[in-house]
């Protein structure tokens, strides 16, 4: 079966960089794929961070982390990773990896979830 696991969260102060990491067993992310991230704070809606997809390596990025998180994947270890440079607190939350079949990268709404990885940026 499709799972997803995200892992690398952890406390930083602002400014830093962390780095998460989607592992993906039951599929490949050669076959076709969009993958991202999304993240939910408390009070806050669910935001929808950044994608990639197998089809043709597409990225879309979230307004607020645009310039700062950058996504990629590494097909031979079937992981999709988030950079994350130039932390803010406000970047604080749960960060869930999700998939999708036959979609388009900022259309992913998540037929398949990690369990997230919480993000703790301090001031």
């Known amino acids: 079966e499709v799972q997803l696991q995200a892992s690398g969260g952890g406390l930083v102060q602002a400014g830093g960089s962390l780095r998460l990491t989607c592992t993906a067993s039951?599929?490949?992310?050669?076959?076709?794929?969009?993958i991202g991230w999304f993240r939910q704070a408390p009070g806050k809606r669910r935001e929808k961070v950044s994608c990639i997809s197998s089809s043709d390596g597409s990225t879309s990025y979230a307004d607020s982390v645009k310039g700062r998180f950058t996504i990629s994947t590494d097909n031979a270890k079937n992981t999709v990773d988030l950079q994350m440079n130039s932390l803010k607190p406000e970047d604080t939350a749960v960060y869930y990896c999700a998939a999708d079949q036959n979609s388009k990268c900022w259309s992913l709404r998540g037929q398949y979830w990690g369990q997230g990885t919480l993000v703790t940026v301090s001031s």
């Open positions: 039951g599929f490949t992310f050669v076959d076709d794929y969009v």
